[in-house]
Each structure stands twice: as structure tokens, then as C-alpha cells.
């Protein structure tokens, strides 16, 4: 699975709670930030193995005003 800047993924961390949010930053150890859609950090150093993809990020329309 290819992951970019701006997917949606859900990642479920070790404590088994479930984090929704879009990847902010891609990081090359092979781990991602995962940010809401304000830009507010939700986790940082989620594994690329364990991200379910939700949606690309070329189907989300972006407006920075």
C-alpha cells in the first residue's frame, strides 16, 4: 500500500483505541504523524505497517484561506 501526504488513515495503537486523522508527516524510519483536519497533532509515530488507508489524498479538495 502506497502511502502519501493527506490520506486518511485509521491506525490502532497498542492500547486498542482507534486514531482517525489525516498523515501530516512521513518520516523515514518507516512511521507517520497522523494530524486531524486543523492540522492538531493526534499521534506521532504510527507504524506504515499497521494504517488502514481511508482515502486518497487526491480526492480531497484543500482551501487555505
Known amino acids: 500500500m502506497r502511502i502519501q501526504k493527506y490520506d ?3 491506525y490502532r495503537n497498542k492500547a486498542g483505541k482507534t486514531i482517525r486523522g489525516y498523515v501530516n508527516t512521513l518520516f ?5 504523524r ?18 488502514k488507508k ?8 484543500w482551501e487555505v484561506a
Open 34 to 51: 497522523i494530524a486531524d483536519y486543523a492540522g492538531r497533532e493526534l499521534y506521532n509515530g504510527a507504524s506504515l505497517n499497521k494504517l
Open 8 to 10: 486518511l488513515v485509521e
Open 54 to 61: 481511508l482515502q486518497n489524498a487526491d480526492t480531497l479538495i
Open 28 to 32: 523515514s524510519r518507516g512511521a507517520v
